[in-house]
């Protein structure tokens, strides 16, 4: 597109992915009307946080939004977009406005994945489900977790030292398909020593009636609680994009940087992007971040803009122990170590991929998170 004619532009989402988006515009030099949706009514907040530390917090959550925004749009919070016309550049909202644009970014994010339609099945993804858990952990319920990932084990990580009884049914050995055998062993021995009871088994069933549900294995063997928590992915919100040929097998394909069409990016989780193994998500924090500031240089600048060079990085708190990981998960075999030794203290740990590139991770080591980068480095 002509990038002197961007006047307008709409950003549909107001998490990190289009805050960042919103921001970077500004720092890129749009001086336009600029308008971002939100169908939450809360202010941007801290996600991750929702499945760490916040569920024991004393404090409100909403203490926990990020910094006042500073780009000086126009935000319609509490309304969602229900359709987006690319011929006529309009995005259309539930209570019928139609707001037109000549630059639009997609930044609607995922929900969790359900297994049942079942009032009784909780899950965490937003600011007010973190609110509702909380109210019922005051309570020391019986808790039922289902998903053995990072989300997962945060959940049962939290609601154990809420005090808490807590069972987590996992495919396989906790955390093993995101972070590889050799960390998952880390958090799984912790998450045993405070008393998480793991249950391995096949995919699970959410099954019953309302105010009676449970958790069927493969085995036969079922599982009730009093609060029955399931992690167990996330699905794009893209269904506001029907009819408009953006989407391809539930998420929006873009270009290295960032753009679906010309004028129209998508970042975040419902965003596909470039990699090595074709176009993928990564709904990862930091991908959003970086995606988002690509997106919208590429919007202000057109091709003059870089793509999107991005290294993952990730973290989770659980148990009592932290990490901090750069470069791809999960990582096969036993780590060099460039500080530490093995054992269950603090380390600084490499893993050579598969691929030629490193994954340094940081084990209950405090480092910031440059100086980690820099150990996927090769040596000159």
């Known amino acids: 597109m002509n990038t002197a004619a961007l006047k307008r532009v709409v950003v ?21 009307e600029l308008t971002v949706v939100g169908d939450e009514p809360h202010p941007a907040y801290s996600r991750p946080a929702l499945s760490k530390a916040l569920l024991l917090d004393g404090d409100d959550l909403t203490s926990h939004t990020l910094p006042p925004a500073s780009h000086g749009a126009s935000e319609l919070l509490g309304v969602r977009a229900t359709g987006l016309d690319p011929e006529r550049r309009l995005v259309t909202l539930a209570d019928g406005t ?14 969790a994945r359900r297994l049942s ?7 965490l993804r937003g600011l007010d489900d973190a609110l509702a858990l909380r109210r019922r ?105 029907a009819g408009t040929g953006l989407v391809v097998n539930g998420a929006v394909p873009v270009d290295t940087r960032g753009l679906a069409r010309p004028g129209i990016a998508a970042v975040g989780d419902l965003a596909a992007i470039p990699t090595a193994q074709g176009p993928r998500r990564v709904p990862l924090w930091s991908s959003a971040v970086d995606q988002a500031k690509a997106a919208a240089r590429a919007l202000v600048h057109g091709a003059d803009a870089p793509p999107l060079a991005f290294q993952p990085y990730f973290w989770t708190e ?3 122990r932290t ?3 750069v470069g791809h998960l ?19 740990m490499t893993w050579r991929q598969g691929d030629g590139s490193t994954t340094a991770v940081a084990l209950d080591h405090r480092i910031p998170v440059p100086r980690l980068r820099r150990l996927t480095r090769a040596p000159a």
């Not at 495919?171 to 995101?178: E, I, K, S, T, V």
């Not at 998952?184 to 249950?199: I, K, N, Q, Y």
């Open 137 to 241: 952990l005051a309570e020391r319920p019986r808790v039922l977790v289902v998903g053995g990932g990072p989300l997962g084990m945060e959940i049962a990580s939290g609601c154990l030292a809420a005090g808490c009884d807590v069972t987590l049914v996992s495919q396989g050995p906790p955390l093993a398909a995101q972070l590889g055998p050799h960390l998952a062993r880390v958090f799984l021995t912790a998450a045993r020593e405070r008393g998480l009871t793991v249950v391995q088994g096949g995919p699970a069933r959410v099954e019953g009636r309302p105010g009676d549900a449970r958790v069927t294995l493969d085995d036969g063997t079922v599982l009730r609680a009093e609060v029955l928590l399931t992690a167990v992915g996330d699905v794009p919100n893209t269904e506001w994009l």
């Open 98 to 111: 139609a707001l037109p644009y000549d630059g639009v970014v997609l930044a609607t994010g995922s929900r």
């Open 117 to 123: 339609g079942l009032p009784d099945e909780v899950t």
């Open 12 to 32: 549909v989402g107001n998490g990190i992915a289009g805050l960042t988006a919103a921001h970077t515009l500004r720092e890129a030099g749009f001086g336009g």
């Open 330 to 348: 999960p990582a096969a075999g036993e780590p060099e170590y460039a500080a530490g030794e093995p054992g269950d203290g603090p380390a600084l």
């Open 318 to 320: 659980q148990f009592g």
């Open 323 to 325: 990490l901090k990981a």
